[in-house]
């Protein structure tokens, strides 16, 4: 059984930091992609992050410069470090394993149970 405990939420003003956390647990061999997506009220879910497990990265046009995601491959976690937080940056956010090799065989787009944040003005 591969579990998702993501951590580190909460309310902030804005301009101030966040970091996330997501780890992994289970008999879990390999991670591909590990990344972050939210969802705002009346919104779709949009991509915020992703990482490789070669540590290549990609992020939303929106989120450059103010967010980095990062990965330690033998704590299979993944880590979101969000500065200069703004209001529309309140959402709940859910992390994701795009492919995972386990004891029981392999899994695809796996997602956390998601964590919120809110950035006040």
């Known amino acids: 059984q591969v579990q998702l405990v993501e951590s580190g939420g909460g309310l902030v003003q804005a301009g101030g930091s966040l970091r996330l956390s997501c780890a992994a647990s289970?008999?879990?061999?390999?991670?591909?992609?590990m990344g972050w997506y939210r969802q705002a009220p009346g919104k779709q879910r949009e991509l915020v992050a992703t990482?490789?497990?070669?540590?290549?990265?990609n992020y939303a046009d929106s989120v450059k410069g103010r967010f980095t995601i990062s990965r330690d491959n033998a704590k299979r976690t993944v880590f979101l470090q969000m500065n200069s937080l703004k209001p529309e940056d309140t959402a709940v956010y859910y992390c994701n394993l795009d492919s995972l090799t386990t004891q029981r065989g392999p899994l695809y787009d796996y997602w956390g149970q998601g964590i919120r944040v809110t950035v006040s003005s």
């Open positions: 990482i490789d497990s070669g540590g290549s990265t």
């Open positions: 289970g008999r879990i061999y390999t991670i591909g992609v």
